[in-house]
Nanobody, 122 residues
């Protein structure tokens, strides 16, 4: 069982920045970096679905939602078993709970963190 621990959320004014971190248990990224896709999702208030924000493969190919391109940057430090989401130029529409997801490339198993709240005030 893989556990993911997110941190870095908080209350920030519009235009500000945050860096979210997600640390995985079991040394999954340091031992088998190519075996895991990592992603950040968010669930806005009143929304039932989580939406993909950004994802990064073991080869460090990245993909972003159109709404965050140019403002969000996903990266990973496999030696630290940690994935980051740098969020710049925040706006109130970015207010959400942000979740980290680890997807095993071979088995297809997915693991989720507990989420970290990001609130942007106007």
């Amino acid at each position: 069982q893989v556990q993911l621990l997110e941190s870095g959320g908080g209350l920030v004014q519009a235009g500000g920045s945050l860096r979210l971190s997600c640390t995985a248990s079991g040394n999954i990224l340091s031992v088998n970096p190519m075996g895991w896709y990592m992603g950040w999702y968010r669930q806005a208030p009143g929304k039932k679905q989580r939406e993909l924000v950004a994802e990064i493969t073991g080869g460090e190919n990245t993909n972003y939602a159109d709404s965050v391109k140019g403002r969000f940057t996903i990266s990973r430090d496999n030696a630290k078993n940690t994935v980051y989401l740098q969020i710049d130029s925040l706006n109130p529409e970015d207010t959400a709970v942000y979740y980290c997801k680890a997807s095993a490339r071979i088995s297809g198993l997915n693991y989720w963190g507990q989420g970290t709240q990001v609130t942007v005030s106007s």
